[in-house]
Each structure stands twice: as structure tokens, then as C-alpha cells.
């Protein structure tokens, strides 16, 4: 079964700040996909990125950058120079290939809350 | 573009009422889905559908019905609504059954069940 870890439940920076969101996440399946959403205080689900298992790069976008590593199983989130508008809750979520193309299913970690402070 | 929209934005009803939450999307995508969202367990799956008549279980589908007579329309019924169902609701699509598909989401029914 696929599982999602994201350990810290909630990280407090101050603005300008760069702070790092950890997932680490299980799966017996050699090819899957792993995403991040970001969940604002108004409460809608917004897609950040989507990573295949075969592409190891890193990622950057603006202040966004993300660290894939399958050695340690981990699709780590970092956001550089914070800023108030990226307070929110950030989900990790993995989708293995499905069998048949019937069973897709995306599994989600429980959520980061991320406050930067002014 | 007006995406995924749900309806209502929020919802109280009473225990052992049914009721129903619309989810209706523009882009003809063929996966749609329900989720629901609670403090300590995240996002989970109720209930998702590949196409129009077709639907599958999640991992959370006890207390909930779906259908799916149209490729646009994904409502979500609890039949007899209990306590524990109030949550946060959030309908998703994606465009195919690529897993690599991102799911899009509406902005979610909150629902409060007394």
C-alpha cells in the first residue's frame, strides 16, 4: 500500500526566511508520480508541480524549488525568501501507475501548516 | 473558464437527512472524484469515476452514494447523513486515467451535520 509522510504538522517562519517541507513516501511500485497542492486560508486546492519517478532533477519555479531523491524516498518542498501570501497548509500527494488503468488513486500526506509571519 | 464548481459552499443539516452536494466541471475531463478533508487525516478518498456511468469505491465510502450520468456532473449523496460525515468536501477531475494527470479541485463544501 502507498503512504505518505509529512512530519512536521505545522512550521512558523519569519518572512524572508527560507524553510523546507519534508515528504517522505512508500511505494513497492518502481514507477509512480508524486505532486504538492497548496491549500490556502480561503481553502481551495491549488497544484504546484508533478514529478515522475524516473526524473530525479531538481525543480526550481521562481521561489519554489523541489528535491527528489529516491535513495531516501523523499520529495522534499523548499520555499526561498517566505512571504506572508505563503501561509497555507501544503499537501504531498503519490499516484502509482494503475493496473488495467482502473485504479488510479492519489494518496495524500496529512499536511504541513505554514505560517510566515511579517 | 469556469473549471470545477461545487455547490453549496456550505451546508447544515440535521442528522438522519439526506443530502445532496453538486459538483459540476467544464473541461470534459474523464476522472472525477470526491475527497473528503478532516484535521488529522488529510484528504481521502470517498469515491472517484473513470467516465460517465462508471464509479468506484475509495477508501472512505461508507454512508455515501454517487452517480454519474453525465461526463460534467458528479453529485454526492449521503442518504442518511450522521454526525461523523461533517467535513470539508472537495471534487476534483482530472484528464485521463494517467496517473500523472494533476487533479484539479473546486473549492469545497463545508458541511455541518447537527
Known amino acids: 500500500a502507498q503512504k505518505v509522510t509529512q512530519a512536521q504538522t505545522e512550521i512558523s517562519v519569519v518572512e524572508k526566511e527560507d524553510v523546507t517541507l519534508d515528504c517522505v513516501y512508500e511505494t513497492r511500485d518502481t514507477t509512480y508520480y508524486l505532486f504538492w497542492y497548496k491549500q490556502p486560508p480561503s481553502g481551495e486546492l491549488v497544484f504546484l508541480i508533478r514529478?515522475?519517478?524516473?526524473?530525479?532533477q531538481n525543480e526550481i519555479s521562481g521561489r519554489y524549488s523541489w528535491n527528489f531523491q529516491k535513495s531516501t524516498s523523499s520529495f522534499n518542498f523548499t520555499i526561498t525568501a517566505s512571504q506572508v501570501v505563503d501561509s497555507a497548509v501544503y499537501f504531498c500527494?503519490?499516484?502509482?501507475?494503475?493496473?488495467?488503468?482502473?485504479?488510479?488513486?492519489?494518496?495524500f500526506g496529512k499536511g504541513t501548516l505554514l505560517t510566515v509571519n511579517p | 473558464d469556469a473549471g470545477i464548481t461545487q455547490s453549496p459552499r456550505y451546508k447544515i443539516t440535521e442528522t438522519g437527512r439526506q443530502v445532496t452536494l453538486m459538483c459540476h466541471q467544464t473541461?470534459?475531463?474523464?476522472?472525477m472524484f470526491w475527497y473528503r478533508q478532516d484535521l488529522g487525516h488529510g484528504l481521502r478518498l470517498i469515491y472517484y469515476?473513470?467516465?460517465?456511468?462508471?464509479?468506484d469505491k475509495g477508501e472512505v465510502p461508507d454512508g455515501y452514494v454517487v452517480s454519474r450520468s453525465k461526463t460534467e456532473n458528479f453529485p454526492l449523496t449521503l442518504e442518511s447523513a450522521t454526525r461523523s460525515q461533517t467535513s470539508v468536501y472537495f471534487c476534483a477531475s482530472s484528464e485521463n486515467s494517467a496517473s500523472n494527470q494533476p487533479q484539479h479541485f473546486g473549492d469545497g463544501t463545508r458541511l455541518s451535520i447537527l
Open positions: 469515476s473513470a467516465a460517465a456511468d462508471i464509479t
Open positions: 473541461w470534459s475531463h474523464s476522472y
Open positions: 514529478r515522475n519517478s524516473f526524473d530525479e
Open positions: 500527494a503519490l499516484s502509482e501507475v494503475p493496473c488495467g488503468g482502473s485504479n488510479y488513486k492519489l494518496t
